[in-house]
C-alpha cells in the first residue's frame, strides 16, 4: 500500500507539474490552498480530506484509485495483463462501443417545465406604471431558470431598486395578498404598479426604493393599495431569450 504523499507526488511529477502549478489547479476546481500544503502532503507531514483527495486525483488524472493506493486490483480483469495486453484488451472495448450494440443506454430526462405569463407593461423601479389586466406574453420554461414558486413575471423599468434590480430584467412573483415588512414586492397604488420594499412599521406604510436618491412612497389612509405580489426571483430578458432559442 503506497502513502498519500507518494501517490501526489509521483502523479504531479509524471504531469511535469510544480506544486505551485497543482495548487493553482486545484483552486480553479474551488479548493484554495498554497504550494506549502501540497509539500506538507507530499511529505507526509499533514493529510488532505477525502474530498480533496479525490479532486487532487481528478486534476492529477489519477482514474485508477484503488489501483494507485493498495496496487493491483484484482477484481480488474485488466491487472493480470501487461501493458501490451492491456492495449489490446482497450482495442477491443474501443470496437464494441463503434459498433454501438454494447453500449449502456441512459435514459434521457426530459426537464419540468412550465407555462408562465410576463405582463409587457413594465412596473415601475421609478413613477409607477399600470399592471393590472395589461397585455402579456405566455412562455415556457423550466423550473430550472425560474423559481419554482413562481406565479408570473413583471418587466422592471427605471433604477430605483438598483443594485439589486436593474432597468429591463425580468421580476418573477409568487402571487399572494400579503407581503411582511422589508420584503420586496410587486404593489399597485392608485392604480399605479411598483416593485418596492415594503415598510409597515409604526411610522405607516411607505415603499422603499434601494436607490436612496429616490424618497420612499408613503400610502395615505384613502389611497388605493393592493399587494399583488411577493418577488421570489429575477432574470435579464437575455437569459430569456438564450434559453428559447
Known amino acids: ?85 492491456k492495449e489490446k484488451a482497450l482495442d477491443y472495448i474501443d470496437l464494441l462501443h463503434f459498433s454501438d450494440k454494447y453500449t449502456k443506454q441512459s435514459c434521457k430526462i426530459i426537464p419540468f417545465s412550465r407555462f408562465i405569463d410576463v405582463y409587457e407593461n413594465a412596473v415601475s423601479a421609478g413613477t409607477g406604471n399600470f399592471l393590472v389586466d395589461g397585455p402579456k406574453e405566455t412562455i415556457q420554461l423550466t423550473k430550472d431558470i425560474i423559481p419554482e414558486s413562481a406565479s408570473f413575471g413583471v418587466k422592471i423599468s427605471g433604477d430605483s431598486m438598483e443594485p439589486e434590480f436593474e432597468d429591463g430584467q425580468i421580476a418573477w412573483v409568487l402571487k399572494q395578498d400579503m407581503v411582511e415588512n422589508g420584503e420586496i414586492g410587486i404593489f399597485s397604488l392608485n392604480g399605479e404598479a411598483y416593485i418596492k420594499k415594503l415598510q409597515d412599521d409604526k411610522n405607516g406604510v411607505f415603499l422603499i426604493s434601494l436607490n436612496e436618491k429616490y424618497p420612499p412612497i408613503p400610502v395615505k389612509e384613502h389611497d388605493r393599495f393592493d399587494i399583488l405580489g411577493k418577488v421570489v426571483g429575477k432574470n435579464h430578458p437575455n437569459e430569456i431569450r438564450e434559453y428559447l432559442q
Open 1 to 85: 500500500m503506497r502513502n498519500i504523499g507518494e501517490i501526489i507526488s509521483s502523479n504531479r511529477k509524471k504531469m511535469k507539474l510544480s506544486q505551485p502549478m497543482l495548487a493553482e489547479l486545484l483552486q480553479e476546481e474551488g479548493i484554495n490552498l498554497s504550494a506549502k500544503a501540497i509539500s506538507k502532503w507530499e511529505t507526509n507531514a499533514t493529510e488532505p480530506s477525502i474530498a480533496t483527495f479525490m479532486t487532487v486525483c481528478k486534476v492529477l488524472n489519477i482514474t485508477n484509485i484503488y489501483e494507485a493506493y493498495f496496487g493491483e486490483n484484482p477484481s480488474d480483469p485488466l491487472s493480470t495483463l501487461n501493458e501490451v495486453g
